[in-house]
Nanobody, 126 residues
Framework: QVQLVESGGGLVQAGGSLRLSCAASGRTSSGYGYVMGWFRQAPGKEREFVAAVKWSGGHIYYADSVKGRFTISRDNAKSTVYLQMNRLKPEDTAVYYC?????????????????WGQGTQVTVSS
């Protein structure tokens, strides 16, 4: 069992920056592998992959829509993953969720992730 708590959302103007945090507690490791990811869901749209990091080895993956603007990072000691979001656009407006998958392979499919945070709202005004 893993508990995830996100923070850092808010309202920002286009071109601005925000940093999201996701603190994990509970079972924060696995013999199979451990992946922490960020997803987002805008009103009326499906939940979509944003970024993920494989805890062992630090392999990182991004959605094409955020490459070059968003940076995912982790703090092993704190079991926390961050999402630094720069040059934000109105289309980045969504509820952002942190998620965990026990796997050796990073997947961008939301249904594969087993644990989810409560979400944090990010609103980018034009």
């Amino acid at each position: 069992q893993v508990q995830l708590v996100e923070s850092g959302g808010g309202l920002v103007q286009a071109g601005g920056s925000l940093r999201l945090s996701c603190a994990a507690s509970g079972r924060t490791s696995s013999g199979y592998g451990y992946v922490m990811g960020w997803f987002r869901q805008a009103p009326g749209k499906e939940r979509e992959f944003v970024a993920a990091v494989k805890w062992s080895g630090g392999h990182i993956y991004y959605a094409d829509s955020v490459k070059g603007r968003f940076t995912i990072s982790r703090d092993n000691a704190k079991s926390t993953v961050y999402l630094q979001m720069n040059r934000l656009k109105p289309e980045d407006t969504a509820v952002y969720y942190c998620a965990v998958d026990y796997s050796a392979v990073v997947t961008t499919t939301a249904s594969r992730y087993k644990y989810w945070g409560q979400g944090t709202q990010v609103t980018v005004s034009s």
